[in-house]
């Protein structure tokens, strides 16, 4: 059974820097596009980035230039390293496929942009 859990959220201030970390069970990192995806509250879950099986990667137009997905195949785990933060990238941050699992959800991470 696949298991994604996602950590490295924090309260930061505006322009802050943070680095969020997936670690996941088995070989999925390697094998799908992957997703970073996030869900304010009132508002449905949005993409953030996405990395394929290539290293290529997308990026919403809210975060291009501030954020980077990344992954370490050895280490089972993926990356989204976000400077220059706003408020508005207040969040729950989680991780998934992409298109994204409804199995495969974790709890997510808080993210808090506040001064």
């Known amino acids: 059974q696949v298991q994604l859990v996602e950590s490295g959220g924090g309260l930061v201030q505006p322009g802050g820097s943070l680095t969020l970390s997936c670690a996941a069970s088995?070989?999925?990192?390697?094998?799908?596009?992957m997703g970073w995806y996030r869900r304010t509250p009132g508002k449905q879950r949005e993409l953030v980035a996405t990395?394929?099986?290539?290293?290529?990667?997308n990026y919403a137009d809210s975060v291009k230039g501030r954020f980077t997905i990344s992954r370490d195949n050895a280490r089972n785990s993926m990356y989204l390293q976000m400077n220059s933060l706003k408020p508005e990238d207040t969040a729950v941050y989680y991780c998934?496929?992409?298109?994204?699992?409804?199995?495969?959800w974790g709890q997510g991470t808080q993210v808090t942009v506040s001064s």
């Open positions: 998934n496929t992409y298109p994204a699992r409804a199995s495969y």
């Open positions: 088995g070989s999925i990192l390697s094998l799908y596009v």
């Open positions: 990395l394929n099986t290539a290293d290529s990667t």
